[in-house]
């Protein structure tokens, strides 16, 4: 079935890094766009990255800008996250979640969203 | 890069019909039609309810609608059920090309 499975989360110490791994199964991915999306403790969603479908153009959140790179590989069906630089409030839950449209431009919707792998940036 | 902005919660009982709204700017909800819709029950991931402003995916009910007017959009719930309680969730894309989610609006169904 269509799924989108996050690993690579744990507990890491300020100004470290982290990569997070978001793998694919059950679609075509090289036709979609993926986003991060991450959810601190208690709070909402807050939008991280997006990559589009052949990983020409990348957007990324001003809280993030600068630190993380979004990255992807078509032939293994796999989307990353290196996270640098960490900072105690990029501890959260993150998520990928595929665009909804087939080679899509612009926004169509998430529609189908990983189980989250969780961040803790912490001394 | 700011959230959109909606309220904190809202209820009703059920059979009622709810709307939440969520107020952008005219560098996103104003002057784009891709705002879409997120429900999330507690530790879940979220769902995608509504997109494209009043665009609902297969399989999501019907009773859940969605419009805009200038730089706020709406989520209307109608014929409200104690499963429509959970988290809501805004977002709409940007003239930066980037994303921005609303900060949610907890519904309860009394």
């Known amino acids: 079935q269509v799924q989108l499975v996050e690993s690579g989360g744990g507990v890491v110490q300020p100004g470290r890094s982290l990569r997070l791994s978001c793998a694919a199964s059950g679609f075509t991915f090289s036709g979609f766009a993926i986003h991060w999306v991450r959810q601190a403790p208690g709070k909402g969603l807050e939008w991280v990255a997006v990559i589009s479908y052949d990983g020409i153009n990348k957007y990324y959140a001003d809280s993030v800008k600068g630190r993380f790179i979004i990255s992807r590989d078509n032939s293994k069906n796999t989307l990353y996250l290196q996270m640098d630089s960490l900072r105690a409030e990029d501890t959260a839950v993150y998520y990928c979640a595929r665009d909804s449209r087939l080679y899509a431009i612009y926004d169509y919707g998430m529609d189908v969203w990983g189980q989250g792998t969780t961040v803790t940036v912490s001394s | 890069q700011s959230a959109l902005t909606q309220p904190a919660s809202v209820s009703g009982s059920p059979g009622q019909s709810i709307t939440i709204s969520c107020t952008g700017t005219?560098?996103?909800?104003?002057?784009?039609?891709?705002v879409s819709w997120y429900q999330q029950h507690p530790g879940k991931a979220p769902k995608l309810m509504i997109y494209e402003v009043s665009n609902r995916p297969s399989g999501v009910s019907n009773r859940f609608s969605g419009s805009k007017s200038g730089n706020t959009a709406s989520l209307t719930i109608s014929g409200l059920q104690a499963e429509d309680e959970a988290d809501y969730y805004c977002?709409?894309?940007?003239?930066?090309?980037?994303?921005?989610f609303g900060g949610g609006t907890k519904l309860t169904v009394l």
């Open positions: 005219s560098s996103d909800v104003g002057v784009y039609n891709y």
């Open positions: 977002s709409s894309y940007t003239s930066s090309s980037s994303r921005v």
